[in-house]
């Protein structure tokens, strides 16, 4: 990575198969407001790309407290137990957040046990889907809203891409552009070339470049997709690494390989530290009110004990127990993880069931029967002396700093074995990334 900045970037498309059914479907052109949305006469003019809606930045008044952000802690939860299903004692890297607003668009067309299930696996048991929408409107607000000049960017997007065949619900539309910013474009699928055209353009322009091939292949079944593309930009808050001090050290896997990494380090950096019974904590400070979090478990333990803890709750917990340290000694190493996984199984072992089956109920987007097949996620996440650099592309098909202290208060962590690292926004709570690092020997 040659950049001095911190990015890191997830996209999210969700794909629904279709196994029957025809109607009118409304279109997104380029640029058109939530205001305009409704069903477009036809015959509908050619698409020349695929629009985006701005989100607005929250406002003074707009607080992320309350309710909202009780429900955001629970539904962090939901990424770390995701998380614990992916780690076979490899890297591992994920996104819940894109995954998080994806499922929570999808709710907006479910009904029954199909609408149930995803919002257990959530964590969001019990709230209502007003509730849900309203959380995840003031959440892209917020993330909006984390923009400190060139310091740091953040950068969220959702669209909904439909079949112009089938017909998708007004009401289905209207909470897609007034809760997820969302347009919907109709798209002539029967041509899967210029609908895989126009989709991979707009995951290029909604990630700086990034990902510029969202799809390669669009099967004939599929004839709707959910997306979500999230990219931010952020800088460390303190000085970066010194590339000189950089150097290959060991690193021990979790499974007890040992290997060649390397090895960063910063001496006297301010930062919030815990020693907890299974590890130790670091809570690395980002512009943009965001913070890189580095789980290192102790002798005897492993990151599985640690996902253990964080499926179980325990991130919210084990934030409150950091206090501040002066100077931490610390010693990270590079890293770079590529994940291409298959998130369906995982998904059903948390409850989602009757989504991915024939009787899945989306009567609420639309007349046609839907159903979801398979969840699938690409992405890619490197760390080095400038900052992190990541991607992430999932596809859903159907078919608190404590006052500094008189004493100067100091601590040593060398990452020098298998850990765990989570990045999270710190005014929302919301988890972006989170992931496992072996030593990717």
């Known amino acids: 990575m040659t950049t001095r900045f911190l990015s890191f970037l997830s996209i999210l498309a969700a794909v629904l198969i279709l196994f029957a059914g025809c109607d009118k479907q409304q279109a997104a052109a380029e640029n058109p407001s939530p205001e305009e ?54 890297d591992v890297n994920l996104s819940p ?17 199909t609408f149930s299930e995803i919002r257990s ?22 993330l909006s809203a984390s923009v400190d000049g060139k310091s740091a960017q953040v950068k969220c997007s959702d669209l909904i891409v439909v079949d112009d065949r089938i017909g998708i ?52 079944s599929v004839m709707l997709m959910i997306l979500n593309a999230l990219y931010v930009k952020a800088r460390w ?29 910063r001496s006297a950096l301010p930062a919030l530290y815990a020693e907890r019974p299974a590890f130790s904590v670091a809570r690395l400070s980002l512009c943009g009110h965001m913070g890189l979090y580095i789980f290192l478990p102790k002798e005897g333990k492993t990151p599985a004990d640690v996902l253990d803890i964080l499926a179980k709750g325990g991130f919210p917990a084990e934030q409150k127990a950091m206090e501040f340290v002066d100077e931490l000694d610390l010693h ?27 009787w899945a109920n989306l009567s609420a987007l639309s007349e046609t029967a839907l159903s979801v097949g398979q969840v699938l996620q690409k992405n890619r996440f490197a760390v080095d002396e400038y900052g992190v650099e990541g991607a992430s592309v999932t596809a859903v098909t159907g078919d ?29 709570g919301a988890v972006l990334f989170t992931g496992v690092c072996e030593g990717n020997f």
Not at 72 to 87: S, T, V
Not at 98 to 113: C, K, V
Not at 415 to 421: K, N
């Open 332 to 358: 990270l190493p590079k890293f770079t993880i590529s994940n291409d996984f298959d998130l369906k199984r995982a998904l059903d072992e948390l409850g989602i069931k009757q989504a991915f089956s024939p």
């Open 400 to 428: 608190a700093a404590a006052n500094i202290p008189d004493e100067i208060r100091r601590a040593v962590m060398n990452v020098d074995h298998a850990f765990v690292y989570v990045l999270a926004d710190g005014r929302t």
């Open 169 to 220: 619900r007004d009401a289905f539309c209207k909470s897609a552009a007034d809760n997820y910013y969302a347009p919907v474009a109709s798209l002539d699928f029967s041509d899967p070339k210029r609908v895989l055209s126009l989709v991979n353009d707009w995951s290029g322009r909604n990630t700086e470049g990034l990902i510029p091939e969202l799809m390669t292949d669009l099967p004939e």
């Open 37 to 90: 949305e409704g069903l477009a006469e036809d015959p509908q003019p050619e698409v020349k790309s695929i629009a985006v809606y701005e989100i607005p930045q929250a406002g003074s008044g707009d607080l992320f407290t309350g309710k909202m952000a009780a429900l955001q802690e629970q539904a962090g939860i939901f990424g770390f137990r995701l998380l614990r299903q992916l780690y076979a004692g490899a």
């Open 237 to 265: 808050a303190e000085m970066p690494f010194d590339s000189r001090q950089t150097e290959e050290k060991e690193f021990t896997a979790s499974s007890g390989k040992k290997g060649k990494v390397q090895m960063m380090h």
């Open 97 to 113: 957040l894109s995954l998080q607003l994806a499922l929570s668009m999808l709710m907006n067309g479910a009904e029954g046990d």
């Open 121 to 142: 696996a959530l964590g969001l048991s019990g709230a209502s889907l007003q509730d849900i929408n309203a959380m995840s409107a003031s959440l892209l607000r917020h």
